[in-house]
């Protein structure tokens, strides 16, 4: 059997020896390069047409793995060529994104070495695999009853938004500093798919998050 020519893609390069080591271990898969950006992995497919470029999302400067995932799933000198997507965020934008761009599969990276090897097996063959978590939000979106799930420090964070309140009272209310306000700002309108105060509380209240 002709191994499964992997391109892995991580900014960590202590993922990617892990990933390195683990799908060494299978005698059908061959990892033919190491990207540590998305501009690099896109070069590197075009270079190199893998089977699979495992791509992580969340990457250092450049473009993201959803940008890299487009621009390699859109270009007609890479047809042959599938990106399955191996990350440990699993919000719904994240998903759709991904898909969206083209992406062939969506793991986590706590799944299982034999599920990666599988999922990796149905990426080189255009087949569309999908973590359980994921599989299941995707169905919950798709019927319109999926629920972000919200930390209890997120959901009062929503909670003083409903109430119009600015980062500086809601810091104050909730007794933590401005920085982490915002910080968790990003966490819900990345679950929520959502990019300004107003679009979360309209989100949070269609949704019933809100207690």
Do not use: W
Not at 19 to 43: C, H, R, T, W, Y
Not at 46 to 60: N, S, T
Request: charged share 25%.
């Amino acid at each position: 059997m002709t191994p499964v020519r992997i391109l892995l893609c991580d900014d960590h390069a202590v993922v990617r020896a892990g990933l390195l080591a683990l799908l060494g271990s299978a005698p059908d898969i061959e990892v033919v390069g190491e990207a540590g950006s998305g501009d690099e992995a896109v070069a590197m497919a075009a270079k190199l047409l893998p089977d699979v470029v495992l791509m992580d999302l969340q990457l250092g400067p450049g473009i993201d793995g959803v940008e890299a995932t487009r621009r390699i799933a859109s270009a007609p000198s890479m047809p042959g060529v599938h990106v399955l997507v191996l990350t440990t965020y699993d919000t719904d934008a994240d998903i759709t994104r991904a898909i969206e761009a083209g992406a062939t599969g969506y793991l986590l990276k706590a799944e299982r070495p034999e599920e990666l090897f599988t999922a990796i097996h149905s990426a080189a063959r255009g087949r569309t695999t999908l973590s359980a978590p994921v599989a299941t939000r995707v169905m919950d979106h798709l019927r319109g009853t999926g629920r972000p799930s919200l930390t209890d420090r997120e959901t009062d964070i929503l909670g003083q938004l409903a109430r119009g309140l600015g980062n500086r009272d809601i810091a104050r209310a909730l007794f933590i500093s401005e920085a982490t306000v915002k910080t968790h700002l990003g966490r819900i309108y990345a679950k929520l798919g959502v990019d300004t105060r107003a679009g979360a509380v309209a989100v949070a209240k269609e949704r019933r998050l809100l207690p």
